[in-house]
């Protein structure tokens, strides 16, 4: 399976804009870049995904680097509630349902 | 529509015994799988189950096992239970399994505590 590597851990300030890198560096051509995050106490909620364009949506931004081999997500202003563990997976349809997870990032959000 | 529903929450055994844990998918999915997670390991995959057959399987020895049932609900066994299979148990359920775009929802999980 393709890997991804990320930061251990980032701190941010309340409703200030968060980035959060992924490398995948042995990324496929046919590997969809999906972004989950884990609240305190709850399960894994997906986030955004994305294959080559940048997207777009009501949680968040993911930008792709054109070669591909990285990729960063963006909360456009971090709450209370974003604090969270990030994770960056790699999926292709050869993988299933079978989600491979690094350590993720946990993300601290200050008041 | 309702979530992923995981039963019990929270599980404490003794070692040696047998769980059986339940998942109940979002209805209209067909697919579940599993996942444990540990603060030494993280998340790390289980199984997956698509139409009552099991699909793929990590790297966990024959103790753990599951199924799937017509209704696509779930339940996955631990036999001679060890301390080390002290985790929080995930569920997550997906509409398909193909697709690697389809969004997979998880359950709050089942908190076992071997003693």
């Known amino acids: 399976d393709a890997k991804t590597t990320q930061p251990n851990s980032m701190e941010s300030n309340e409703e200030e804009p968060v980035h959060l890198p992924c490398n995948h560096s042995t990324i496929s051509g046919t590997d969809y870049i999906h972004w989950y995050r884990q609240l305190p106490s709850q399960g894994p909620e997906y986030v955004i995904h994305g294959l080559t364009s940048n997207v777009n949506n009501r949680m968040a931004s993911l930008a792709i680097a054109e070669d591909r081999k990285s990729s960063t997500l963006i909360l456009h202003r971090a709450t209370l509630r974003d604090a969270a563990v990030y994770y960056c997976?790699?999926?292709?349809?050869?993988?299933?349902?079978?989600?491979?997870f690094g350590p993720g990032t946990r993300l601290s959000v200050l008041p | 529509k309702a979530g992923v529903t995981q039963t019990p929450r929270y599980l404490i055994k003794t070692r040696g015994q047998q769980v059986t844990l339940s998942c109940s998918p979002i209805?209209?999915?067909?697919?579940v799988s599993w996942y444990q997670q540990t603060p030494g390991q993280g998340l790390q995959f289980l199984f997956e189950y698509f139409s009552e057959t099991q699909r793929n399987k990590g790297n966990f020895p024959g103790r753990f096992s599951g199924r799937q049932f017509s209704n696509s609900r779930s339940e996955m066994n631990v036999s001679t239970l060890e301390l080390g299979d002290s985790a929080l148990y995930l569920c997550?359920?997906?509409?398909?399994?193909?697709?690697?775009?389809?969004?997979?929802?998880f359950g709050q999980g089942t908190r076992l505590t071997v003693v």
């Open positions: 209805s209209g999915h067909r697919s």
């Open positions: 997976i790699l999926r292709d349809v050869a993988y299933g349902q079978n989600f491979v």
């Open positions: 997550a359920s997906s509409l398909n399994r193909v697709s690697p775009t389809t969004e997979a929802f």
